[in-house]
């Protein structure tokens, strides 16, 4: 995500570009990792991570985001094994408004 920022310093400058960045701890080892950016207003790019703590080290569960060019669900099993669900949502900034 800090690559696109470095690609895109025009839209910084103009300050067309907004980043939006947080976590929220639910209980003790659970957390939500939020990013998105608004490029003119309208949502470009986003990751939503739920996570929890094992063995000292933040692992992801399940992820939202719109990497390789569509919106889709990573679950990620404790086995290692990695499953990625199309959300179908048709252009990104429909994805952060499905609740």
Known sequence: MV?????????????LLKIVEYVVIFD?????RHYHETEHGQVAKFVVQLEVLQEKRWTPVVRYDCAHSFAHIDRFWPDGKKEKIPLNLGIVPNALKRG
């Open 28 to 32: 003790e080892g659970v957390r939500k």
């Open 3 to 15: 690559a696109y920022l470095a690609e895109r310093p025009e839209l910084r400058r103009l300050k």
